[in-house]
T-cell receptor
Framework: RKEVEQDPGPFNVPEGATVAFNCTYS??????FFWYRQDCRKEPKLLMS???SGNEDGRFTAQLNRASQYISLLIRDSKLSDSATYLC???????????????FGSGTRLSIRP | DVKVTQSSRYLVKRTGEKVFLECVQD?????MFWYRQDPGLGLRLIYF???????EKGDIPEGYSVSREKKERFSLILESASTNQTSMYLC????????????FGPGTRLLVL
């Protein structure tokens, strides 16, 4: 079983729609959570961190459910420019000497149609 | 503006060749990483380095080695390239204590024939 699992999609939604992705993680000791965005043939870039209380950045809302070990990303009023792959990232201490271990999900592909 | 650069965007090599992938960052970051990204598998960590001349194995180090002689440069070496090493290779760097903000290079798409 993968440590971080995401629905690969693709999600194909019309412009203006609301879309939500979930991501589950298996290590209950995981401490920090993030969403990265990766455009086609480009490198991943940090989209937002995910805090226990949930957090919002414009049209994007991230939630964390530690009890069920999943995080979510909600995109409201989706734009054509939101088309990308969204990577769920989980961090926990240990694994490599004293450094943090960062695990990337395989990504959920989102396509917004006009 | 932060910058991570990789020596090549596209590379074609033959089985058995020695391959060098170079990564340079200009942010004075202590930590540097090499990943490979394959469809359905996400990013998998090959090696990372938290200081000059220091290196640690990631999840899939077999068939690879690394070199970090200078803080800004982290090289990935394929000693004898094989077809199953055809992949997208991504370099990243972070400042110590800020692991979540990984700054990635543009990637090198390697094809091994």
């Amino acid at each position: 079983r993968k440590e971080v699992e995401q629905d690969p999609g693709p999600f194909n939604v019309p412009e203006g729609a609301t879309v939500a992705f979930n991501c589950t993680y298996s290590n209950s000791a995981s401490q920090s959570f993030f969403w990265y965005r990766q455009d086609c043939r480009k490198e991943p870039k940090l989209l937002m961190s995910v805090y226990s209380s949930g957090n919002e950045d414009g049209r994007f809302t991230a939630q964390l459910n530690r009890a069920s070990q999943y995080i979510s990303l909600l995109i409201r009023d989706s734009k054509l420019s939101d088309s990308a792959t969204y990577l769920c990232v989980v961090q926990h201490i240990g694994g490599y000497s004293s450094a943090s271990k960062i695990i990337f999900g395989s990504g959920t592909r989102l396509s917004i149609r006009p | 503006d932060v910058k991570v650069t990789q020596s090549s965007r596209y590379l074609v090599k033959r089985t058995g060749e020695k391959v060098f992938l170079e990564c340079v960052q200009d942010m004075d970051h202590e930590n540097m990483f090499w990943y490979r990204q394959d469809p359905g598998l996400g990013l998998r960590l090959i090696y990372f380095s938290y200081d000059v001349k220091m290196k640690e194995k990631g999840d899939i180090p077999e068939g690879y080695s690394v070199s970090r002689e200078k803080k800004e440069r982290f090289s990935l070496i394929l000693e004898s390239a094989s077809t199953n090493q055809t992949s997208m290779y991504l370099c990243a760097s972070t400042r110590t204590g800020e692991y979540e903000t990984q700054y990635f290079g543009p990637g090198t798409r390697l094809l091994v024939l």
